[in-house]
């Protein structure tokens, strides 16, 4: 019983703190906090935003299973952020250049991306394994230089390339053909609801996030694959005594979770039709955010994913309102994980202290029942 | 060689490092066709480059050798480079420092209870800062300077010329510059070092001063003194510290918040001193550069400063390499740097290492053979390459605190 509240009150001791501190920043700033709390719940009324919600939590939970995967075994996949851009990039210049039909052409371009985001994370994998290199330092690395180097240097050849006529339009990869942009998916959605307006269209990628997940939770905990990644990441020396081989085990983790962010690639192929000049960033990070918040849970880092972007989203209005700043959602975003991630730190220690204290009485007890 | 070597005192090793890094530029030099290497701007750029850098590994080294790992190093950057920019416009220069100071010391504050006392994972209390950071700086600069990234031009604390050397004055009597007459002579090797040593020194930032000058300090605080010894020992074997009576969580707390406070230091030094205003996203990273030149440097002060140093080289060389030959010259640089850590790693039997250093640098040696110049975003990502490489190849050869990382229970 007390477990149960324990793990119950850590999120809601998180989100408490949370609402105070804001209201704390809305205050110092005379912003009204009621007010713009209550913009931005009647702005998540409409179900416009409710499609961009869904649209911007798609993205986060993909880049959130990525990380999850690598922490499940104490690996901290922190290039979420470079996997996915490198797999972006060469996802939307191979299929640029092919004409499929559509099922085929989808597959090609999320295999690609799959492939190329995992060899990307592989990198920091091999790092790790063959040379003992820490996976957070080359991770940032990596991400470092495929934000400095790749995407810098992208620009340049297609400034070259164009010489004074380019815009921001005009640069990126080659426009993909229809058939390779995953469907839109309006009308499952409009089964359920009246029709979607203002032109929103809700990404079909929300599907395969979701079968993500499911495959996340089967993976780790109905197969031999999952179980070993969890008992490496519990206790690498029992595993390791067990039979489990840790570095093919890290490897595996990596290039797993490089293969999940890559198809982040792919929901934002589907969005903009090409490799942009300015693809979003930050996705990574906000990915490994919601994984912290969701305790690598399948249905707390779906709930997480949902705050986030239902925070993101929904500040938005606040810019006509001028009720407050809208980056006080970031504030929320950063202020709920630190206290999330605090929150679960003592309800476990309160749980371990519960259960050692368990195992005592019990021990206690059952001398007792032996005779002296 | 190298036991002769060790023997020296600190100083004139440093010195032997530095002559030799220079004669190496110094060759590299007379047969491409560039004088960016040696340049006067080259260093002083290295120089701007490497506080942050430096202050950032340093504020690591502090957190790493009392058991904290610190991720969130770049998050205190950007903290202090917001509090640094803000206390600038508002109090003036030294204030500005200050308080900058203190905004990382905050964040210091915040990963010391998170990690100290709730023994949330090191690494994930560090990511969450570092994703608190921006989103506070994103909100204060939005609220007070009506703009999420940019704030309004910030005081300077102001340079200084080192007398005789650069040319420096001394109570309003102009000293002979020295180097400068050394660098106009144009003799081979002696004017290269003049020239770079002429950046050091002349308008050289009050704060880089101050950094070189935790270098020694450090050493001295960590490695001379009762509190160094306390300091260490949380990071070392925290049981063994607790059994004499130190107060662990105390000196843990203590030492994560020197490292924020030095991370907003150099945080401070990049808004108020490099780029003369708060600007999101200028922080580059080198809140993270600076952890790899915490490892590079062996989790040693002189070894960060060295680390940080070799890092703002790269970054700075790059900064005033508009057509991109000097970049192309650092490419022969890299190629005798990688032959001499293959033969480094002959000498020691290591056959995967020789072979990879060898492979490497053979590279580099095409690259260079073949092209003319270097695209700008090569030099761009040499850096983070560097960083690799060096993890690559040394990695095992370093030793961090031995109970880095590791939550540590009193009475436990």
Redesign the interface.
């Known amino acids: 019983m007390r477990t149960y509240a324990l793990s119950l009150a850590a999120p809601v001791g998180a989100f408490v703190l949370t609402v105070i501190v804001s209201t704390l920043a809305l205050l110092a700033f005379g912003s009204n906090p009621v007010e713009a709390y209550g913009d931005m719940l009647s702005h998540a009324s409409k179900l416009e935003t409710q499609v961009d919600i869904l649209n911007r939590a798609t993205p986060f939970y993909l880049s959130a299973v990525a990380a999850a995967i690598g922490f499940r075994m104490n690996l901290f996949n922190i290039g979420v952020e470079g996997q996915y851009l490198v797999a972006f990039l060469f996802a939307a210049q191979i299929g640029g250049l092919i004409s499929l039909p559509q099922v085929l052409h989808i597959l090609v371009i999320m295999l690609v991306a799959m492939a190329v985001g995992s060899l990307y994370a592989g990198l920091a994998g091999i790092l790790k394994t063959a040379r003992g290199v820490n996976e957070v330092i080359s991770t940032i690395m990596l991400n470092s230089i495929a934000v400095g180097g790749l995407l810098a240097w992208l620009q340049q050849e297609w400034q070259a390339e164009q010489g004074e006529a380019f815009t921001s339009t005009t640069l990126g990869t080659n426009p993909i053909d229809e058939s390779g942009l995953f469907p839109t998916i309006n009308g499952l959605l409009e089964i359920f609801t009246r029709d979607i307006g203002q032109g929103k269209q809700l990404t079909g990628m929300l599907l395969i996030a979701i079968l993500v997940g499911v495959l996340y939770n089967l993976l780790l905990n109905r197969t031999r694959f999952g179980f070993d990644l969890r008992a490496s990441g519990i206790n690498p020396f029992a595993a390791r005594a067990g039979g489990i081989p840790p570095k093919r085990m890290v490897l595996a983790a990596m290039m797993l979770s490089g293969a999940v962010a890559g198809l982040i690639g792919v929901v934002e192929l589907a969005d903009r039709g090409k490799f942009p000049p300015d693809p979003i960033q930050g996705l990574g990070f906000q990915g490994i955010a919601v994984a912290l918040l969701g305790r690598n849970n399948p249905g707390g880092m779906a709930f997480a994913a949902l705050l986030f972007a239902f925070l993101d989203v929904s500040s938005g209005v606040l810019d006509s309102t001028g009720a407050a700043s809208r980056e006080i959602a970031v504030i929320m975003q950063g202020v709920v994980l630190l206290t999330a991630v605090v929150a679960y730190g003592v309800a476990n220690r309160l749980r371990e202290r519960d259960e050692a204290s368990e195992a005592a009485e019990a021990l206690l007890a059952e001398r007792e029942v032996v005779p002296a | 060689m190298t036991s002769r070597l060790s023997s020296m005192p600190a100083w004139a090793r440093w010195m032997i490092y530095a002559a030799s890094g220079v004669l190496l530029l110094t060759i590299v030099q007379s047969i491409s066709d560039t004088d960016r290497l040696t340049q006067i701007s080259t260093s002083r750029e290295m120089l701007r480059w490497a506080v942050p850098i430096f202050l950032a590994g340093l504020g690591g080294l502090f957190s790493e050798r009392a058991g904290v790992v610190n991720?969130g190093l770049e998050g205190m950057l950007i903290l202090g480079m917001w509090f640094g920019a803000w206390g600038s416009i508002e109090y003036g220069a030294w204030w500005g420092l200050l308080i900058g100071i203190v905004g990382g010391m905050i964040g210091g504050l915040?990963h010391a209870?998170?990690t100290v006392t709730?023994?949330?994972d090191h690494?994930?209390?560090g990511?969450?800062?570092?994703?608190?950071?921006?989103?506070?700086t994103?909100?204060l600069s939005?609220?007070v300077w009506d703009s999420?990234t940019t704030s309004p031009q910030t005081a300077e604390v102001g340079t200084w010329d080192v007398p005789f050397l650069a040319g420096g004055t001394i109570f309003g009597w102009e000293s002979p510059d020295w180097l400068l007459t050394a660098s106009k002579w144009e003799i081979w090797y002696l004017s290269d070092v003049a020239q770079l040593s002429r950046g050091l020194l002349r308008s050289t930032s009050w704060v880089s001063i101050i950094a070189l000058l935790l270098v020694p300090f450090t050493v001295w605080l960590v490695w001379r003194t009762r509190f160094g010894l306390r300091l260490r020992i949380c990071g070392e074997k925290p049981a063994a510290g607790e059994a004499q009576g130190i107060n662990i969580i105390r000196y843990k707390y203590i030492a994560v918040i020197i490292s924020g406070g030095l991370a907003g230091l150099g945080g401070a030094f990049i808004s108020t001193e490099l780029s003369g205003l708060f600007q999101g996203g200028n922080s580059a990273?080198r809140g993270?550069i600076g952890?790899?030149a915490l490892?590079f440097g062996n989790w040693r002060p002189g070894g960060v400063l060295l680390g940080a140093l070799l890092f703002g080289y790269v970054f700075g060389l790059d900064l005033k390499d508009l057509d991109g030959t000097a970049s192309h010259a650092m490419l022969l640089v890299n190629a005798i740097a990688l032959a001499g850590v293959a033969a480094w790693a002959f000498s020691r039997r290591r056959v995967?290492d020789t072979v990879l250093a060898s492979a490497l640098g053979v590279g580099a040696l095409c690259w260079w053979l073949v092209a003319d110049t270097v695209?700008?975003?090569?030099s761009?990502?040499l850096p983070?390459?560097i960083?690799?490489l060096v993890?690559?190849?040394f990695?095992?050869r370093l030793r961090m605190p031995a109970a880095n990382g590791q939550p540590y229970r009193k009475g436990g």
């Open positions: 991720i915040l209870v998170a709730f023994q949330v690494i994930i209390s990511v969450a800062i570092n994703i608190l950071a921006p989103a506070i994103r909100y939005e609220e999420p990273g993270f952890l790899a490892i995967a695209p700008s975003w090569w761009n990502t983070y390459v960083v690799l993890l690559v190849f990695s095992q």
